[in-house]
Every structure is written in structure tokens, then in C-alpha cells.
T-cell receptor
């Protein structure tokens, strides 16, 4: 079974440019998460979806970040315009909400460098 | 609010020596606890999880962790380190009231010396 797929793996842009990341979760997983991992730190939640509904976006900087999961499957995270401080690895994860074990499955991440 | 503290951002061990990574948590409800491993340029992979069954949990690659409620700890151990264990390790607590949202510690990078 395929795992969580993310693209692109690496992206280098200049500040003020837009960037978008895509995530396809494990088939059947209705919960999708976007995390940001700064260098040398643990991942921090940006947004959580239950199906197509964003149920927790309290940590998403809404002035420049947006996300969507239109059909409750794959998701896109966008930054516009990017700032130097946005350089990080953006991790997508999915889980099945019917499981009480709470395990999240992570993609390999999208590493963003803003110059 | 839940939180996780990992003591020591870097640990250096000799090959064959004991690996001990410390994790303390704060949670207002009985927690689910996890250890994830991250190899360079890869995503996070689950090592093991505690979900209120046995307090001693065995995971992959010879790792195990013990849940100690009185100490609010979930330390990770491996009796004998191997070179392939060089990676970053993250402890996390799950907020079951918030869709199993994971809150991570800052991570501990393990270096294994030959």
C-alpha cells in the first residue's frame, strides 16, 4: 500500500514569491495534517482536516498561508508571499479517525528554502 | 494543554552501548504516547506507541519504552546501539480530544560512534 505522498521534495524560491505543496494521504485516511518542522526542532501543527473540513487551523498564519482539501482526499498548502522565516520542512501526515491508537503516518516532507 | 520535553538535544553513544533517550510529558488526560524516528531527509517513522495497555512497550529495531505515570515519563531505550540507529528521535503525546493531534518534543539527535 502506498504511503503518504508529497511533492515537491525540495523547493528553492526568492522571498515574496508564492509556493505550493501537495499531499496525497493514505487511501481511506480521513484525517490529514500539515506540520512545519524548523531546523533542529520538532514538527508543529499548522492545520488539521477531517475529510474536507479544516477543524483546527489555529496555528496557520492566515495572512500568507492557505490550505485546501476540496474533495476530502489530497490537499494543497500554499504560501504567498513567502518570507525568509518560512524556510522549513513541510510535513503532511494522515490517520484514520476510527482508530483509537492515534498513529499518524508521515510523508517524506517538502523542504522549502527561501532566499 | 499538552506538552513534551526531551532532555538533551544531542546524545552520543558508542556502537554496542546502551541508548537512553528521555521524554517527559504533560497531559490533562491519560495520554497516548509515541516515539518517532527521522532519518536524514526523510519523514517520521513510528518506532512504538503506548495506548494504555502494557506499560513496557516494544517497538521496531530493538527499541522499547516504559510508561511511568508517577514520573510522567516515557523514556526510550535500546540495549545495544548500532550504526544504523544514528538519526533524530521525537517523543510525542496525542490529544485524543482533538482528532489525535500530536504534540512533539524538540527531538534528540543520536550519534553512534564506531
Amino acid at each position: 500500500e502506498a504511503g503518504v505522498v508529497q511533492s515537491p521534495r525540495y523547493k528553492i524560491i526568492e522571498k515574496k514569491q508564492p509556493v505550493a505543496f501537495w499531499c496525497n494521504p493514505i487511501s481511506g485516511h480521513n484525517t490529514l495534517y500539515w506540520y512545519r518542522q524548523n531546523l533542529g526542532q520538532g514538527p508543529e501543527l499548522l492545520i488539521r482536516y477531517e475529510n474536507e473540513e479544516a477543524v483546527d487551523d489555529s496555528q496557520l498564519p492566515k495572512d500568507r498561508f492557505s490550505a485546501e482539501r476540496l474533495k476530502g482526499v489530497d490537499s494543497t498548502l500554499k504560501i504567498q508571499p513567502a518570507e525568509l522565516g518560512d524556510s522549513a520542512v513541510y510535513l503532511c501526515a494522515s490517520s484514520f479517525s476510527g482508530s483509537n491508537a492515534g498513529e499518524l503516518f508521515f510523508g517524506e516532507g517538502s523542504r522549502l528554502t527561501v532566499l | 494543554a499538552q506538552s513534551v520535553t526531551q532532555l538533551g538535544s544531542h546524545v552520543s553513544v558508542s556502537e554496542g552501548a546502551l541508548v537512553l533517550l528521555r521524554c517527559n510529558y504533560s497531559s490533562s488526560v491519560p495520554p497516548y504516547l509515541f516515539w518517532y524516528v527521522q532519518y536524514p531527509n526523510q519523514g517520521l517513522q513510528l518506532l512504538l506507541k503506548y495506548t494504555s495497555a502494557a506499560t513496557l512497550v516494544k517497538g521496531i529495531n530493538g527499541f522499547e519504552a516504559e510508561f511511568k505515570k508517577s514520573e510522567t515519563s516515557f523514556h526510550l531505550t535500546k540495549p545495544s546501539a548500532h550504526m544504523r540507529d544514528a538519526a533524530e528521535y521525537f517523543c510525542a503525546v496525542s490529544d485524543r480530544a482533538a482528532g489525535n493531534k500530536l504534540t512533539f518534543g524538540g527531538g534528540t539527535r543520536v550519534l553512534v560512534k564506531p
